[in-house]
């Protein structure tokens, strides 16, 4: 079940679409050039988590994209308008938690060539359960290099690294390639062999240690001025670990800080935090240390809003 709301001048509220039915033209730019963008989040009993992050990084690939988009209001109305239809079309099962959850998109793109009118829509649709699976099995990873350094973004903005650009074929072919080779995730590496982030999702990892009988724990992802997309579940679940008396750091992370990590995870809006049991076949940390890091860390993420 798919919902589809587009957002329109006329219609405030947004307008409903038949998803089983044709609702772009072929000759949108979104379609023809992945010129756009998106965003993905999850709805847990009917309220948008994190929505303002989203919307504000929507913004921000907006700008980078030179693209007008419509504002955080017109999309929070159409997303209502999405979560009220989808409820009532296909009412969610609860998880495990008892919450209920739809997974909300985001899309943006430059319209049809030459009308100079942008096309935005909202879509709504079931959390598919693969991702649960791999949140409680953990992931296997290959380290697969994007092909350039990691300081490329700063030398190049029109590359868009920093956007969630509607472009993510190498992204899906990072993956495809690594299901081939038996691993269910990648973790993408610069030239100048700097860890970056995942196809999908930001790079967590965690030391743990103890100093006379105090623990330390810290929290380390790799710096957001290296071309990666900045996470917004990762945002909120650092925030929250701070609170928590976690250490926080921002890379450079290289994969040997990886491989010598007590915990590493794949985070993402809705795939959550999933932990990475091998990265390119080497185990990471004991399998009893990444279970009670990831529950800890998954409690404090199921309290951010």
């Known amino acids: 079940m798919t919902v589809l709301v587009f957002l329109d001048p006329s219609r405030p509220d947004g307008r409903l679409a038949d998803a089983t039915a044709p609702a772009l033209l072929a000759t949108d730019q979104g379609a023809t050039r992945g010129d756009g963008i998106f965003e993905s989040l999850l709805a847990v009993n009917g309220l948008p988590r994190k929505v303002d992050a989203h919307l504000s990084r929507l913004g921000r690939s907006?700008?980078?994209l030179d693209l007008a988009i419509p504002g955080p209001d017109a999309w929070m109305r159409a997303i209502a308008t999405a979560l009220t239809a989808f409820a009532a079309a296909s009412p969610p099962a609860p998880d495990e938690h008892g919450n209920t959850n739809i997974v909300i998109k985001l899309f943006a793109s430059r319209g049809v060539e030459g009308a100079n009118t942008p096309t935005a829509w909202v879509?709504?649709?079931a959390v598919p359960p693969a991702l649960a699976e791999q949140r409680a099995r953990?992931?296997?990873?290959?380290?697969?290099?994007?092909g350039y350094d990691s300081t490329i973004a700063q030398r190049a903005p029109w590359l868009l690294l920093g956007a969630k650009t509607l472009s993510y074929a190498v992204n899906m072919a990072a993956l495809r390639h690594a299901h081939a080779r038996g691993a269910d995730d990648v973790i993408f590496t610069s030239s100048d062999g700097h860890v970056l982030?995942?196809?999908?999702?930001?790079?967590?990892?965690?030391?743990?240690?103890?100093?006379?009988?105090?623990?330390i724990k810290r929290l380390i992802t790799p710096n957001l001025d290296s071309g990666?997309?900045?996470?917004?579940?990762?945002?909120?679940?650092?925030a929250a670990a701070r609170e928590a008396g976690w250490e926080l750091g921002y890379g450079p992370v290289e994969p040997a800080d990886l491989l010598d990590a007590d915990a590493v995870w794949l985070i993402s809006s809705i795939r959550l935090l999933a932990p990475v049991n091998r990265i390119d076949g080497r185990d990471i940390g004991t399998a009893e240390v990444r279970a009670r890091l990831t529950a800890e860390l998954s409690a404090l993420l199921a309290q951010t809003h």
């Open 62 to 64: 907006a700008h980078s």
């Open 123 to 125: 879509q709504a649709s």
């Open 138 to 146: 953990g992931l296997d990873v290959l380290l697969l290099e994007r």
């Open 197 to 215: 982030e995942g196809p999908t999702s930001s790079v967590l990892l965690a030391h743990v240690s103890d100093d006379d009988g105090t623990p």
């Open 228 to 238: 990666i997309l900045p996470g917004t579940t990762q945002g909120a679940l650092f």
